[in-house]
């Protein structure tokens, strides 16, 4: 029921683009997107519901596929700040009451 | 606008010791949810409030895991007799839930070592 995300890690030049994909083997009612940087909190990012409802960041875009239960997080012009591990939470249905299943995570560095 | 907060920020203690932590949620949200993290993992749920009810607490690990929200404000989570595999970040969040989904803001953490 874990989601599985991927790639694992991704090394970027600052400027340069990354597709970070998050995948559930059940249906989904809402995504929810953080990055975690060491040693500190999750911070939000973004929330996409079923239905197509989106909240989040300005400077980070992401999609959701409700039929194949996907969710994309699209980050462009990559700046330093973007370094971190970035974690899907699914929540599969609106019983869920925000119970949040995340993934393991996404490593991304953004080098000089 | 102050955030989610969480105390202590670290805690070692002995194995078999009993510790309880505390999370103070923002002042507006109704919901209050505890997580675990381990390293290399993402953060895995615990147990969540709704105000003072306790609406989810079968994924707590074990019957020596337990949290309250006596006033449907603060919470506290308490681990009795800890074990070293009780070593982990200890995550609270909150949220303002009344139907559809919010975001959950996540407080600092508390990194508990058991030795």
């Known amino acids: 029921q874990q989601p599985v995300q991927s790639p694992q890690a991704v090394i970027l030049r600052e400027g340069e683009d990354a597709v970070i994909n998050c995948s559930s083997s059940?249906?989904?009612?809402?995504v929810h997107w953080y990055r975690q940087k060491h040693g500190e909190a999750p911070v939000f990012l973004m929330i996409l519901l079923k239905g197509g409802e989106q909240k989040g960041h300005e400077k980070i875009s992401a999609s959701f596929n409700e039929k194949k239960q996907q969710s994309s997080l699209y980050l462009t012009a990559s700046q330093l700040s973007y370094s971190g591990t970035y974690f899907c939470g699914t929540e599969g249905s609106l019983g869920s009451q925000g119970n949040l299943i995340f993934g393991k995570g996404t490593k991304l560095s953004v080098k000089p | 606008d102050t955030g989610v907060s969480q105390d202590p920020r670290h805690k070692i203690t002995k194995r078999g010791q009993n510790v309880t932590f505390r999370c103070d949620p923002i002042s507006e949200h109704n919901r209050l949810y505890w997580y675990r993290q381990t390293l290399g993992q993402g953060p895995e749920f615990l147990t969540y409030?709704?105000?003072?009810?306790?609406?989810?607490k079968s994924r707590l690990l074990s019957d020596r895991f337990s949290a309250e929200r006596p006033k449907g404000s603060f919470s506290t989570l308490e681990i009795q007799r800890t074990e070293q595999g009780d070593s982990a970040m200890y995550l609270c969040?909150?949220?303002?839930?009344?139907?559809?989904?919010?975001?959950?803001?996540f407080g600092p953490g508390t990194r508990l070592t058991v030795l």
């Open positions: 409030f709704q105000n003072e009810a306790q609406l989810e």
């Open positions: 059940k249906a989904l009612y809402s």
């Open positions: 969040a909150s949220s303002w839930r009344t139907g559809r989904a919010r975001e959950q803001f």
